[in-house]
């Protein structure tokens, strides 16, 4: 499968198939308001990502629901980064 356009900060990992990247934030406020609105995004889609999370960062890791990294694996990613207002 040819991999969508993706932000270059995501990692792509074929074995196991994963998607990881951390987003920084300037403060807390930024970083609570992107996981809350990854939340929303995860309860729309059904999408529920593993996250870690610091002060002023967040680190989400995408673990393919088949077994390869697919269209919907993507474009999670995709949204992922227009919340955090790093689009590609």
Not at 36 to 46: F, I, V
Not at 55 to 60: D, E, F, L, N
Not at 76 to 81: E, P, Q
Request: one cysteine or more.
């Amino acid at each position: 499968m040819v991999e969508p356009q993706l932000n270059c900060g995501w990692q792509v990992q074929q074995k196991p198939p994963l998607l990881t990247r951390r987003f920084d934030f300037g403060a807390y406020a930024e970083t609570r308001k992107f996981l809350d609105d990854l939340a929303g995004l995860s309860k729309s889609t059904g999408y529920y990502p593993d996250l870690s999370f610091g002060k002023t960062h967040v680190s989400v890791s995408i673990t393919a629901r088949d077994e390869t990294l697919g269209e919907a694996d993507f474009d999670f990613a995709t949204k992922a980064d227009a919340l955090a207002g790093q689009a590609p």
